[in-house]
């Protein structure tokens, strides 16, 4: 009882800001978009994926994951722009449980990321750019959640070990754009270079990727279950970790 | 002179055992041989410390001297290196949660969300103290009564002056009513009628809702018209503890500050040989010194300044302050230290900026 309360207060105050800031909506939309529209269609003229799958429709899921993977770790590091104004030490010496603390910030982060890849899961599936059954979308938001939940765990552990938020543009050079480059958000990995399969093999977001796609009728290198059970082991692996570090830090 | 031993709680009863009981018992925070080291660097040597309930207790100090320090070890935001301690009868060690909910803190940065309007803040850390809704909404006109900031409730706390800000934390503080209230330097870089203002909040709340308060301060008015005891920390060890006018009467009489020229060696020997005479102190070209019936005394120092070859360019009398006893206690000024506080203020700005 006193557990939950707190992942909801924590969740409302997410909820409460993000409604708030409708312009940082249409702020982390953007870039997505970008790719989506310009990618889709500077390389679409020359490049499909087979005669029955445009690029545009090969990418679509891949930049729901992008949105997903952007606004998931930010939204993790946003704790430490919490911890660099103060407000954190006001979370931390209330009596509650971090655990508590940390399961509704990641909760709030999860639900609002996910709005804004809904968002665009609609609109691709609005133009008809990926075209699924009702059973197919449930299961691309359950991918989404996992997604996201893991996503914003790392961001979490990141801010827990970090206490400088100029540290964000090394994450984002280092971890983010890589991540998101190496996970066939992109372009197919069959026949790709040894080494690049073998970095994308590695890479948790690119079973998210696989999944999503799948689930909305996509081509597919691996298989659904193979996807979840790999992006469930990085889940509970990021939570784990970053539960056990935001214990840990201190104020 | 100054009494280490906390302002004779008990002090007049017979028994010994009946004394401690009842000093024990008073006792809202009992502190024992608290210390704290950061790797090489000792930021509290030992202390030890009783606080009566409802008790406005100041912890004066240069920056530095391990305020905060203590603040965040009672608070159970850092575990001590050493010793301990109990609030409202709980162990900081092994009891933080119930420690947590006994008391308050405004922190001395600012800790609130800027993007949360102010009942939005206030009605967070209700939820967090687990109150339920009929309470949240109760207790938060009753404490933003208290600070007046009942028609900004609904707006932004990005809105705020730096005054209303501080304000809306002492309210959140207090949102839980809290048996202890901790203020880390409430009134840093704000202006003086906002100060004055806090001070009238905080009075209030000591006298009307019988709150404990411990605030940490570096300015010595504060702590002199607040406080109705203040401990004196410097370098992370009580130097002295009583109420701020028997630390002032125990420099014994009138502050004297003289402005001399020449050479001053034998003038200063002579000066310290005299009963009345007590501390004597010498900032560049400014000999002060305490002594009784400062009136009479004036016209005796200059005859002793010529007879001594040195020329006194202006006498000044005055009541002692607490910065006066903080030098004789340490040899230093606390006002030595206003650098660091305008670097503070930097801080606190650039902070407030962001976002």
Known sequence: ?251 | MITFAGGGVGATHSTPLADKKEALDAAIIRIEGLAKTFGSLTALHGIDLQIRENELLGLLGPNGAGKTTLISILSTLLPPSSGGARVCGFDIRTEQDEVRKCIGIVFQDPSLDDELTGAENLDFHGRLYGMDSSMRRARMNEVLNLVDLSDRQDDLVKTYSGGMRRRLEIARGLMHSPRVLFLDEPTLGLDPQTRRRIWDYIRNLNALQGTTIILTTHYMDEADQLCSRIAIIDRGRIVALDSPESLKQGLGGDMLELEVNGSRSQFLESLQALEEVGHVSVHEDRVVLTVKHGEEFIPRVIELAQSRGVAVSSVSMRKPNLEDVFIKLTGREIREEIVTEAKDRIRIYQTSRRR
């Open chain 1, 1 to 251: 009882m006193k557990f939950c309360s707190t992942v909801y207060t924590l969740w409302l105050r997410e909820i409460i800001r993000f409604k708030r800031n409708r312009s940082r909506l249409l702020g982390s939309m953007a870039l997505p978009l970008l790719f989506l529209l310009v990618l889709g269609s500077g390389f679409g003229g020359f490049f499909r994926y087979r005669d029955d799958i445009s690029y545009m429709q090969f990418i679509g899921p891949g930049i729901v994951a992008m949105t997903l993977l952007f606004s998931s770790m930010f939204g993790g590091l946003s704790v430490l722009w919490d911890k660099q104004f103060g407000f954190l030490k006001e979370i931390l010496v209330a009596p509650v449980s971090r655990t508590g603390i940390m399961a509704g910030q990641t909760l709030g982060t999860v639900t609002t990321s996910m709005l804004k890849a809904i968002v665009l899961l609609v609109g691709l599936l609005a133009a008809g750019v990926v075209k699924a059954d009702i059973l197919g979308i449930l299961m691309a938001l359950g991918f989404m959640f996992l997604v996201s939940a893991a996503f914003v765990s790392l961001g979490i552990a990141f801010a827990a070990r970090m206490t400088d938020p100029h540290g964000f543009q090394l994450i984002m050079n280092f971890l983010i754009m890589p991540v998101f480059f190496l996970s066939g958000a992109l372009f197919p990995l069959e026949g790709l270079p040894r080494w690049l399969f073998d970095l994308t093999c590695v890479n948790p977001l690119t079973y998210g990727v696989d999944g999503i796609r799948g689930a909305l009728g996509g081509p597919q290198q691996f298989s659904l279950l193979f996807d979840f059970l790999g992006l469930t082991l990085f889940l509970v692996a990021a939570t784990a970790v970053g539960t056990f570090l935001f214990r840990k830090m201190s104020a």
